[in-house]
């Protein structure tokens, strides 16, 4: 399926509510972002993942129509609220993928943008993330800072700390 011209598949930000979507979402953010290093589905696990919509924890996905019109994730990512931490107000972004055969048409912005948003709706303007390296210069196109490194999770995975401070 050719898709070069993302608006055709008709893309729309949605919280995977539902658990069908739920279990499309759960799978593809395991086959994105671990699985890719043969690290076993328990690294996905996360307790604020229960009950699947809670206060102060944003899930999204970007979905796509399928061939028969059925909605198909091809990017997520959870946006923490996290007013109370020490440092100061922030949320954190985490889990944050795009499909491996949907990247570089903008969905990871899109995604991230609509996350911000959010963020401001919740009077909080500042996001920080573990960035895996390999995304780095992603989050530096969309505003983000890199203020140094962060760890290496599961021995293979290693992280840079970046942050930005929404307009
Ligand atoms: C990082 C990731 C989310 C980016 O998503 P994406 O949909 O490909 O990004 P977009 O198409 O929205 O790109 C936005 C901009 O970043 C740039 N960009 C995206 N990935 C890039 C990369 N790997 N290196 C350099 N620039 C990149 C794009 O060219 C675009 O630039 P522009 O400002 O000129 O338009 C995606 O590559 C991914 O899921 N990677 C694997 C999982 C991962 O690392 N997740 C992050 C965990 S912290």
Redesign the pocket.
Known sequence: MARSDPSQFNPRIVTPASNALWQDYLRARYR??YL?YNLPPTCTASELDHPRIRPGVHQRAVVIDGPDGEPICV?GGRLDLQPDRPEGPTAQ?RY???E?N?????????V?QHLEDQCRRSALRHIW????V??V???K??GYTDVGPGPTKWDVIP?RIMEKTLP
């Open positions: 994105n972002l890719v990017a972004l944050f993928w795009v491996a949907c990247r570089k048409l903008g969905y990871g912005r899109l991230l993330m573990e960035a895996r390999e995304a210069e992603f989050y196109r969309c992280h």
